[in-house]
């Protein structure tokens, strides 16, 4: 007995052990997860407007030779102007050499615009310049760039001074008229000592001429233009209103024009002129100069240097600025991201000489930021090669700062959400996406970031992702197809107005190559037909390269794969390339893709099946001309949708079912009315005949033709003695109203009704098949 109860009590273990290993059902994402429309999300990182600055106007007020009244200078003290020493050459040389040479170190930033100089001008001549740019710049930004070395300090009027025409005099020019000639938008930079002072006297006389406007257009009745924007005008001035220029005979007298036109080589002056730089010795400011390589030229020290230059001071940017105001002045336009980059610089360099630049909009402090460490470590370690390089030709050994920022990325992402501070490195992240060397770990890494969550998308777009990874498209490596095809699926699914961009340049390409291609795993072929279904998805030009690329037959192709999702997604973007789309219909139609379409109907995979439902309905509702020969194929697919999935166990597929038998009834209502009209009279008569032949007198009675006829009208039934006449008002009230039941409503009518209940669907429908 013992024996039986203990191998009776090890079944039942065995039997408890077996219950716990079988999976639980109903517990996947489609059974509990709620199914409801996409949040939408405002997206803020595409520019509303993207500017450029076409014109620069660049006014020198140097008088070489003679110094302002109002300002002793140091022995020795800086002479350099745009690193031209002026005493080296005759005044009126050396004035346009210096103006000659400022429009090159421009022109590295902005080489397509209109350049202009004058040099020690008359107020006459400046209002001539600055009309005629804004006149050709019409609304587009144009740049006043003001050199004031060798006239009096800006006064507390708002003025600033300039020449008259023997130059013997000092005439002030307001600053007021300069905003009336220069209009907006502009921005101004300002090389003087006191120069906060025009930053604030630029604000009032902003209000005042607003004031102005708004009286000349309440007596002119409002029929005035908007007026300029003079308060979104920006400013840049080398020092507060009560600071002066430094006068550091090693530094040059321009110093602020320096930091903003040539940053590389300022910085680099400015870094070994620190206690700092004595860890590296033999390295002096003629060296410097000798530092080999071109500023374009990444692979050389001197382009590697501006590289790093332009991620760090990127990232500090990103990291210290309001998501909106770094948008307007980093990726807005390109000089004067340039020249905010460039500012950045000029902040650090100029308080240790005990000045603060100043800008509007106004920045944050900056020049504490710890990155500065990160670029004087990359200066550290290329100037301690230099001495070798110049003596023996060393190779060049680059630095390494973009991996060490990757590895710190990627700390990050062991341990990012949503809850923490983004990370710092983002912006350099994207800059390692030029670098061939470091493309592949930078892709994988920002993909990582981007499966966070739209947050993540949304942060990365923010930063300046999407123009890089629109250019990457273009290239023809076969390692990065994977990565790329993964963070397109990622930016589509949180912003789908990005389909116009790969349409424009051809984007749309490159995930077709990756579709129909063998070797490509699944998975990536999925994310290629999500991608391509989010390029057709309500959008007439995808819809149309597309087509042109064969997509109905790569996807009908595909079909029988047997990967589930990537059946799922292919359903989906054929849905979508036909919807409201009659060429792609009829491009299926000789394919037969209905019929081949068929097989999935069938598909153990109830999301596979509901979107094969999905691709049919729209395979449908997609004919704008009626014919035989469509009619006859949408009633072949609505019979073979009601033969195959009408009691499909799942209520996704029968949703997907009801919405596709919806256009049919739209499609062939009268149809549907008349089959409705004649089935209630089939109704309406057997009810009688069933009446007539259950009364007791009738059973009798003989009736004629003719009277059976009128058995049927409206207006006469048999009275309950059997003799036919007219129905008693209350019946004929019962009557009445079961035919006002049947009756046809007009088509607008019922079109109208059910076309709300379709743009609802709409949205849920593409709810359900978010990536």
Known sequence: MACVLNSNHNAEEDDSTIDWQLPISFVKKRHIEKIEGANAITQTWRMKERMKTVSVALVLCLNVGVDPPDIVKTQPCARLECWIDPISMSPQKALETIGANLQKQYERWQPRARYKQ??????????????????????????????????????????????????????????????????????????????????DSFKQFADQHEKEYEQVAAQNRGSLNSPPTFKNCIQLAACAANQILPMNPDLPADIFTSCLTTPIKIALRWFVMQNTSKLVPKISVDLIDKIPGQLNDRRTMLGELNWIFTAITDTIAWNTLPRDLFQKLFRQDLLVASLFRNFLLSERIMRSYDCTPVSSPKL????????????????????????????TEDKFIHSPFFEEQLTAFQVWLTLGSEQRSPPEQLPIVLQVLLSQVHRLRALELLGKFLDLGPWAVNLALSVGIFPYVL?????????????????????????????????????????????????MPGEDRTLAAFVLASIVNEYLQGQEVALQGSLVSICLEQLGDQNPLLRQWLAICLGRLWTNYDKARWCGVRDIAHEKLYSLLSDPVPEVRAA?????????????????????????????????????????????????????????????????????????????????????????????????????????????????????????????SNSDRIKRVSSSSSISSLGHANVTYQGHQQSRYEL
């Open 118 to 199: 004058s040099l020690d001008p008359t107020v006459e001549e400046v209002k001539k310049l600055c009309t005629s740019l804004r006149r050709n710049a019409k609304e587009e930004r144009v740049l006043f760039h003001y050199n004031g070395h060798g006239v009096p300090k800006p006064t507390s009027n708002g003025e600033v001074w300039v020449f008259n025409r023997t130059y013997t005099q000092y005439i002030p020019l307001s600053v007021y008229d300069l905003q009336t000639w220069m209009g907006a938008p502009s921005i101004y930079v300002y090389d003087c000592s006191n120069a906060g002072i025009i930053v």
């Open 364 to 391: 944050p402090p900056t020049y504490q930021h710890p990155m500065w460490q990160a670029w004087d470590l990359a200066l550290d370690l290329c100037l301690a090669q230099l001495p070798a390089i110049l003596e």
């Open 471 to 519: 250019k990457l498209l273009q290239s023809s490596a076969r390692e990065l197809r994977p990565l790329l095809v993964f963070i397109w699926a990622k930016i589509l699914a949180v912003d789908s107005t990005c389909q116009a961009d790969l349409v424009r340049d051809n984007g749309h390409k490159y995930f077709l190559s990756i579709l129909q291609d063998p070797s």
């Open 612 to 736: 094969a439902v999905y691709a049919l309905g729209t395979f449908i509702s997609s004919v704008t001309e009626r014919s035989e020969h469509a009619n006859n194929i949408d009633h072949s697919i609505a019979m073979t949708l009601i033969n195959t999935v009408s009691h499909d166990m799942s209520p996704l597929v029968r949703k997907e079912l009801v919405v596709a038998l919806q256009w049919m009834v739209l499609l062939f209502e009268n149809s549907f009315l008349s089959v409705a009209f004649q089935e209630e009279g089939k109704t309406l008569q057997m009810t009688v005949l069933a009446d007539i032949n259950m009364s007791p007198i009738m059973g009798m009675r003989r009736i004629a033709s003719r009277d059976r006829l009128k058995m049927l009208s409206p207006g006469c039934l048999y009275n309950p003695d059997g003799s036919i006449g007219p129905v008693p008002v209350a019946n004929t009230d019962a009557f009445q």
